[in-house]
């Protein structure tokens, strides 16, 4: 099933131009808006995979909008397109909950790894906040952020050694951290430490 898609820019050639490179990439593209506020709107009716937000826009800007679109609790990727003196907001845009941005102009060639990107970071947070939510009711506590970010900070420095040692695409090496936890009824935290002691590999 193809992954579906909202669009907020306000410069219209800019979104044509999205809206055409998504669909021949055989993405949905499921709403498209100028303004942030109704893309908050378009988010919350449409459930999309993605959204694409630019960072200046009228209603609200790209990283209010991000903001709302992570309050409202679903599991969307976002991605901000941004002018290359404004990448800056970079550090404000992650934690606004923005997980790629894109620097314009962009070309085809850079729209859809970003993407891709976006939306594999998302799956990867969302599993491990699956995780912890999930062996923080066994024991009976509430999940704290503070375990999700341990868990997030360490599982990512066992994909880059994967990558570096090991030749691994960043999904594959998240997918042998998974999986390896899973074989050994641990968490991916345990994964990743063997990993990062040197104790375990592919």
Known sequence: MSRRVVIAEDE???RLDLKEILQDEG?????????GDEAVELVRSHQPDLVILD????GADGLSA????????????????????????IDEARDAGVVAYLVKPFQRAELVPAID???TRCEQEWAIDAEVTTASAV???????????ETRRMVDSAKSRLMEQHGL???DAFAFIQRTAMGQRTR?????????????AP
């Open 12 to 14: 219209a050639i800019i």
């Open 27 to 35: 993405y949905d593209v499921v709403g498209e808006t100028g303004r």
């Open 55 to 58: 960072v200046k826009m009228p």
């Open 66 to 89: 991000a903001r709302s679109i992570r309050d409202l609790g679903g599991k969307v990727a976002v991605l901000i397109l941004t002018a290359f003196s404004q990448r800056n907001l």
């Open 117 to 119: 990107r976006a939306v």
């Open 139 to 149: 024991g009976n506590a509430l999940p704290s952020a503070e375990d999700k970010l």
């Open 169 to 171: 695409e960043e999904s």
């Open 188 to 200: 991916m935290i345990e994964i990743a430490r063997q990993v990062l002691e040197g104790s375990l």
